[in-house]
Nanobody
């Protein structure tokens, strides 16, 4: 069983920065995709950024140039560095792990961390 625990959320003024962390524990396959999603009130959950086990990254257009996803394999941790934050970035941010095991993909979610951008 895999568990994901996010941290680093909070309230910040527009233009500010936050760094989110997601620590994974348990049995993690060698092939995986870890992603950050967010869900604002009344909206669907959307992909913000993801990183593969091979190191490839992908970003939603709305965060390109402002957010950076990275990982520390030794700590089983994925980070989301968020700069130049805007009020539209306000949401609950979730970490998701897609793990390939025996030709099947397994999905795991963290509990979420609130990010509020407001003056």
């Amino acid at each position: 069983q895999v568990q994901l625990v996010e941290s680093g959320g909070g309230m910040v003024q527009p233009g500010g920065s936050l760094r989110l962390s997601c620590v994974a524990s348990g049995s993690i396959a060698s092939t995986y995709i870890m992603g950050w999603y967010r869900q604002a009130p009344g909206k669907q959950r959307e992909l913000v950024a993801q990183i593969t086990s091979g190191g490839a990254t992908d970003y939603d257009n709305s965060v390109k140039g402002r957010f950076t996803i990275s990982r520390d394999n030794a700590k089983n941790t994925v980070y989301l560095q968020m700069n130049s934050l805007k009020p539209d970035d306000t949401a609950v941010y979730y970490c998701k792990l897609r793990s390939l095991l025996s030709l099947l993909w397994y999905n795991y979610w963290g509990q979420g961390t609130q990010v509020t951008v407001s003056s």
